[in-house]
């Protein structure tokens, strides 16, 4: 095998790899993307549920302790 069919086997090689690389990175921000959609909802029902309970919600430490204590 020439160096020319050498080089060109390499440039072949690392342009497979890069492909695959870029799919790999362009499947994870797609996940990255879901998980922020989720964690945006879940942020929102968190502020909706605290607005929804108001004033019945105190830190633990204003919590008076159960009996056994």
Do not use: C, V
């Not at 050498?6 to 362009?26: A, G, P, V, W």
């Not at 929102?44 to 008076?64: D, M």
């Amino acid at each position: 095998m020439s160096i020319k069919e050498l080089i060109e086997e390499r440039i072949d090689s690392l342009e497979i790899d890069f492909l695959h690389q870029q799919k790999m990175l362009n499947e994870l921000n797609e996940e990255i993307i879901k998980q922020w959609k989720i964690i945006d909802r879940l942020i929102k029902e968190n502020k909706e549920l605290k607005e929804a309970l108001g004033s019945n919600i105190r830190p633990l430490s204003e919590e008076t302790p159960p009996p056994h204590y």
